[in-house]
């Protein structure tokens, strides 16, 4: 059974797209965390969301927009698709906010044209 | 300057040998030590942590912290080819993990 899922796994779009990403989490967690990891490995913390409330906002550009539905789910809405916006981005979630211990989703592949 | 310092490697070792890893960070009040691995094209896992100075060791894995040199550790004995990953350390800061860049180990058979 798996903890955290995100889908689509691969997304190729053109520049200008919007697009969406899905997370799920079966681990009964109340927080969960969008994360960037570019093309040098680099991991960065983007959103955190505690109990469907945005917890923690980095320095994204305003086309991100995380939505919580309920706990168990975060989605990630991306407007206006820039080059700079390919990576791979991971769902996680964690028992406590910042908690020590995260689980991550497999990883959403974006490669933008 | 990055809150985690991390050599990104590659760290290339043969079958058997140990592996040295290293952070540094930058701010002494920081409590909370991680290290997460990550296989290619899987999401990190965290594979220890610790909140002290000093050696936490879990089967072939050990590690380290020196908060007086503010640098972390994590030494892998034995090495296998199965422990080829990146391997990145955490630090945790204003209720957030900060990553450092990941090293990526190769264990060669």
């Known amino acids: 059974d798996t903890a955290v899922s995100q889908t689509p796994k691969y997304l190729v779009t053109q520049m200008g797209n919007d697009k969406s990403i899905k997370c799920e989490q079966n681990?009964?967690?109340?927080?969960m965390y969008w994360y960037k990891q570019d093309s040098k490995k680099f991991l960065k913390i983007m959103f955190s969301?505690?109990?469907?409330?945005?917890?923690i906002n980095e320095t994204v550009p305003n086309r991100f927009s995380p939505k919580s539905p309920d706990k168990a789910h975060l989605n990630l809405h991306i407007n206006s698709l820039e080059l700079g916006d390919s990576a791979v981005y991971f769902c996680?979630?964690?028992?406590?906010?910042?908690?020590?211990?995260?689980?991550f989703g497999p990883g959403t592949r974006l490669l933008v044209l | 300057q990055k809150e985690v310092e991390q050599d990104p490697g590659p760290l290339s070792v043969p079958e058997g040998a140990i592996v040295s890893l290293n952070c540094t960070y930058s701010?002494?009040?920081?409590?909370?030590f991680m290290w997460y691995r990550q296989y290619s094209r899987k999401g990190p896992e965290l594979l220890m942590y610790?909140?002290?100075?000093g050696n936490k060791e879990d089967g072939r894995f050990t590690a380290q912290v020196d908060k007086s040199s503010k640098y972390i550790s994590l030494f892998i004995r034995d090495s296998q080819p199965s422990d080829s990953a990146t391997y990145l350390c955490?630090?945790?800061?204003?209720?957030?993990?900060?990553f450092g860049a990941g090293t990526q180990v190769v264990v060669t058979p």
């Open positions: 996680a979630s964690s028992q406590v906010v910042g908690g020590e211990t995260q689980y």
């Open positions: 681990l009964g967690h109340d927080t």
């Open positions: 969301y505690n109990n469907k409330e945005l917890i």
């Open positions: 701010n002494s009040a920081f409590q909370y």
């Open positions: 610790t909140y002290s100075s």
């Open positions: 955490a630090i945790k800061s204003w209720g957030k993990l900060q």
